[in-house]
């Protein structure tokens, strides 16, 4: 029987899981799977917080038109096509849709015509960002700092509030509250803290696939990973084996006998355990590659790899569930927009006292029809601040949002307080990426691009060690479930190719 290459795939997400699969499909390699934590899925995790089944990860299936998530989903008779004509995208708003207000609950009367008049130019204007070549152009006459997605709706709205003469102070005032939570909704959406850490010029290669832009996955997301997960033998992925030093570079020297075959990277655990590879498929995230690349990498990684690593963004992006003893909302779907003028001034005088981060906290949404919890999103700098708050405190600050900003005043008891933390997470140290300003398209293509390349002129054998894999390493895809599945079929087809030539 021929020689077999060892691969290893660092990590048990939805990319990790993705290539092991294909590369198992093969048969052409003997391949084993190193997570980290002690369970599968990585940044897609389905939990309970009392009776209700919440995604604490990924929530839904973005796109369902040319989707392999929802393809999958649908072979493994999870869904039917049929279903997303049935308003499966139930709960949360389109963060691009004009949002939907109940005006009888807001503090602030804002009437209709406005709303849609400030989404309307929030909409064009965020949709002019995607205009590659309109942006390319707008950023040769400003300079580099400028060049942000906040820079230029800002200037846009501003443009447009200085054209409404006829408003008064007080309309003036309602427009700016209502803008700022459109951005602060874009911002949850893309994973930054800012809509000026968005790089202008290259925003617009982010790919949004058509269909139901948010599809839950009945009985959670977490299906899709088990469903992988069981196509591989048993004992394939090992839990608890935390990666800790790549040992690479090496050449390799081929040989029949597999007990005298030197290996050319050799992975060393935080267990003891060591694992010797002719290939190895990174996909942990580019939280934890921010932060231990230095260390986990020997020799270290070329500059233009660790260039990209440091530029480009990663956001935190959270959810705070809180379970009420019985909803106070009439309806099977609620939700709860938090608009005021506590975004503009946080330090304006209030009969409440709430900390800075609660000013971030912007919408409430049930987390599933007839659910009797409402989840809370936030993302930024206030991310980590927010994690390591205690459930009294989350429960505290929440309830003081909602007054703050409605005329809620009598609400049911509170019984349960739950939090996600993807920040202080250290297999994953944040959430998803997005494309800051210090960074460009092209360096998702640099971050995937293996090591020693084929074309790099080292031996044929040696080549192709390091691969990498992830939503990081798509993009059109980045910060997308289908993004990072798609770069794990990517890799395992690179190798494959790589082995038949």
């Known amino acids: 029987m021929s020689y077999q290459p060892k691969v290893v795939v660092i990590g048990a997400g939805i990319a990790g899981l993705s290539v092991a699969c294909k590369l198992h499909e093969s048969g052409q390699v003997d391949v084993c799977v190193l997570e980290a934590s002690d369970q599968l899925g990585g940044r897609i995790h389905t939990g309970k917080v009392g009776n209700n089944p919440v995604e604490f990860g990924a929530s839904w299936i973005h796109g369902t038109v040319g989707n392999p998530i929802f393809d999958l989903t649908c072979d493994l008779k999870y869904l039917q096509k049929s279903d997303v004509d049935q308003q499966i995208a139930w709960i949360n708003e389109d963060s691009r849709a004009k949002p939907k207000l109940d005006p009888s609950q807001l503090k602030q009367s804002i009437d209709d015509q406005i709303l849609t008049e400030v989404w ?4 064009k204007l965020i949709t002019e960002t995607e205009d590659i070549t309109k942006m390319k152009t707008f950023c040769q006459g400003i300079t580099k700092d400028k060049r942000t997605i906040g820079n230029y709706i800002t200037h846009g709205f501003q443009t447009y509030l200085d054209s409404c003469t006829s408003d008064t102070a007080m309309i003036k005032n309602i427009k700016r509250d209502l803008f700022l939570f459109l951005e602060e909704r874009e911002c949850n959406s893309v994973g930054c803290n800012s809509l000026n850490d968005l790089n202008l010029e290259d925003f617009g290669e982010y790919v949004y696939l058509d269909g139901s832009a948010y599809c839950p996955l009945p009985d959670g997301y ?11 033998n048993s ?3 090992h839990l608890n084996h935390e990666v800790t030093k790549i040992h690479w570079g090496a050449s390799s020297e081929l040989n029949d006998d597999a007990e005298k075959r030197n290996y050319p990277v050799k992975l060393h655990c935080g267990n003891g355990k060591t694992f010797c590879a002719d290939h190895v498929i990174i996909t942990v995230s580019l939280g934890v590659l921010k932060e231990k690349h230095t260390t986990l990498f020997c020799p270290s990684l070329p500059s233009d790899k660790t260039d990209v690593i440091r530029n480009l963004g990663f956001g935190c992006v959270g959810k705070i569930f809180i379970e009420f003893e019985k909803p106070f909302w009439p309806t099977d ?3 709860l927009h938090l608009i005021g003028n506590k975004k503009k ?7 409440i006292t709430i900390c800075p981060w609660a000013h971030h ?13 409402l989840q809370v999103w936030f993302q930024g700098d206030k991310s980590l601040e927010i994690e390591k708050t205690t459930p009294q405190e989350l429960e505290k600050q929440c309830l003081a949002a909602i007054k703050e900003c409605t005329c809620l005043e009598s609400l049911p008891p509170i019984v349960n307080v739950e939090k996600t933390q993807w920040g202080t997470n250290p297999w994953t140290r944040g959430s998803y990426t997005y494309l800051s300003r210090a960074a460009c398209g092209s360096d998702f293509d640099t971050l995937a691009s293996p090591l020693p390349g084929e074309s790099s002129g080292c031996k044929e054998a040696s080549a192709l060690q390091l691969m990498f894999a992830g939503e990081a390493t798509h993009r059109q895809f980045y910060g ?6 798609l770069t794990g079929i990517r890799e395992a087809e690179r190798l494959l190719n790589h082995l038949r030539n």
């Open 235 to 237: 004992g394939c992925v």
């Open 480 to 485: 997308t479930v289908h993004g990072a599945y």
């Open 222 to 232: 977490d299906r899709i990973t088990e469903a992988l997960a069981a196509q591989l």
């Open 345 to 351: 001034n946080p330090k304006h005088e209030s009969t």
């Open 361 to 373: 906290l912007y919408s409430m949404y049930t987390t599933c029809p007839g659910s009797n919890v």
């Open 120 to 123: 309307n130019v929030f909409e």
């Open 333 to 335: 779907e609620y939700s």
